[in-house]
C-alpha cells in the first residue's frame, strides 16, 4: 500500500521540483530583464525618438499702455504749449504727464489712467481754431482735476463725469486764456457727423453739449 502511494506521489514530487527550480532561475533573471526594458525605453525616449527643438516661450501680448508708447508721438509744440497753460492755470502740474498724438482717424481724444493726454489724428485734422484744442486739452484735464482717471474711485455715469468735465473745462480754459465762445463750433459740427465715426455711448449727446457749453456771454457777443 504505501509503496503504491509512494508511487502516485513521485510524479507530483517531480512536478514541484521542476516548478521550484523554474523560479529560482526566474527570480535570477529578474533583475537583468527589469533593467533591461529600462535601458531599452530610455535608448527609445532619448536616443532614437528626435527631439522637437525647443522654442522660446510664446510672446505675451502687449498692454494697452505699451501700445500707445509704440504708436504715439509729442503733439505738436503749439499743442504742447497750450497744454501747459492750462495745467498751470489747473494746479495739477505734479499730475499731468503729457500730451500725445496717436495716428487714428476717428473724432477722439482721451486721458489714461496715468494722465497722459492722448489725441487721435482724426481730431487734429478737423480742429478749426486753437480754442478748440484748448477746449478739448481743458476737459481732459479736468477729468484728472475731477478724480476720473484715479484707480481707486468708484465707477459714476460717464455721461456725467463728461457733463462734469465739460462745464469744468469751460471754466479752466477761460482761466488759461482762452475763449470758450471760440470753441463751442465744435460740438455743433460733431452732432452733424454724430454716429458715423465717434463713440456716443459714453458719452453726452453731442447736441446737448453743443447746448450745455453756449455760454451766455458768447450769445451777448453775437
Ligand atoms: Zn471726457
Redesign the pocket.
Known amino acids: 500500500m504505501r509503496k503504491l502511494l509512494n508511487l502516485l506521489l513521485k510524479p507530483i514530487k517531480l512536478l514541484l521540483r521542476g516548478i521550484k527550480a523554474l523560479l529560482h532561475i526566474f527570480a535570477k533573471l529578474l533583475i537583468p530583464i527589469l533593467v533591461w526594458m529600462l535601458l531599452t525605453l530610455l535608448v527609445a525616449e532619448y536616443v532614437l525618438k528626435p527631439q522637437a527643438p525647443r522654442l522660446p516661450p510664446p510672446p505675451r501680448a502687449p498692454t494697452q499702455q505699451e501700445v500707445l508708447e509704440t504708436l504715439r508721438t509729442r503733439a505738436p509744440m503749439k499743442i504742447q504749449l497750450m497744454y501747459l497753460l492750462l495745467v498751470k492755470a489747473s494746479g495739477h502740474q505734479r499730475d499731468l504727464n503729457g500730451v500725445y498724438v496717436i495716428p487714428d482717424p476717428r473724432w477722439n481724444a482721451?486721458?489714461t489712467n496715468r494722465n497722459e493726454i492722448y489725441f487721435l489724428s482724426g481730431m487734429l485734422a478737423e480742429i478749426k481754431n486753437d480754442h478748440e484744442i484748448a477746449y478739448i486739452l481743458a476737459?481732459?484735464i479736468s477729468?484728472v482735476m475731477l478724480g476720473?482717471t484715479r484707480k481707486d474711485r468708484v465707477p459714476e455715469d460717464s455721461r456725467f463725469?463728461?457733463f462734469h468735465?465739460?462745464m469744468m473745462a469751460l471754466v479752466l480754459m477761460q482761466k488759461a486764456g482762452f475763449d470758450p465762445c471760440k470753441a463751442s463750433g465744435l460740438w455743433a459740427r460733431m452732432a452733424k457727423r454724430s454716429g458715423s465715426q465717434i463713440v456716443t455711448s459714453s458719452?453726452p449727446d453731442p447736441v446737448q453739449r453743443a447746448h450745455y457749453t453756449k455760454l451766455p456771454q458768447c450769445e451777448a457777443k453775437k
Open positions: 482721451f486721458v476737459h481732459e477729468h476720473h463725469s463728461e468735465s465739460d458719452h
